[in-house]
């Protein structure tokens, strides 16, 4: 069995993000066939395609990290009905200069966690649209809107509660399904 490695972003800066504890909780629960890395956004200045001309050290690094994992996993919060604002940076300079996208053909899923019970829903769907543009294969099913509830989830990533690790560790070995499937039908970008 091939093995991928998968670079996850989470989409919050904020040192006790539940999104960052959601992420933790999928590195445990995913199959053995995923190994994980994560790919930092804080350090990245607001993009402007006046860098294109001399990307800075921050920007070549992340695309760097894109380049080198076989799929990408977006952990994402919602931030006034859409992804937060850093997140949408990150992939803007992956995406960029023109010509280069780093996420061409890079399979993702998408998650998030919210304290409300539509979870993360409307910022996954602003999340799709803008990596559909990016020509990235996302897994569409099974979608993944978690209300986060601290007695469910310890800050290490433990599931405490049944239904919900069934449901968490389901959607990492459709993720591996689906990123081997993706390696197997479309061309490795480059």
């Given at each position: ?23 933790k909780a999928l590195i445990r629960l995913a ?110 099913s099974p979608e993944a809107y978690i209300q986060?509830h601290p007695d469910v989830f310890t800050p ?35």
């Amino acid at each position: 069995m091939r093995t991928y490695t998968v670079g996850y972003i989470v989409g919050s800066l904020s040192k006790e993000s539940i999104n960052r504890t959601l992420s933790k909780a999928l590195i445990r629960l995913a199959p053995p066939q995923l190994t994980f890395t994560e790919i930092p956004i804080k350090d990245l200045p607001l993009y402007n395609r006046d860098y294109d001309v001399d990307y800075p050290p921050q920007g070549r690094a992340l695309k760097a990290a894109i380049t080198a994992v076989d799929a990408v996993l977006f952990v994402t919060p919602e931030s006034n009905r859409s992804i937060p604002g850093v997140l949408k940076n990150a992939i803007d300079w992956g995406s960029r200069p023109w010509g280069d996208n780093s996420f061409t053909l890079k399979p993702s899923a998408v998650i998030g966690a919210s304290p409300g019970k539509l979870g993360t829903a409307i910022a996954q769907l602003s999340l799709r649209s803008v990596l559909g543009y990016c020509n990235s294969p996302q897994m569409t099913s099974p979608e993944a809107y978690i209300q986060f509830h601290p007695d469910v989830f310890t800050p290490d990533g433990d599931v405490l509660d049944d239904s919900t690790k069934r449901f968490l560790t389901g959607f990492m070995a459709d993720f591996a399904t689906f990123i081997a499937r993706v390696h197997s039908t479309v061309p490795s970008p480059g």
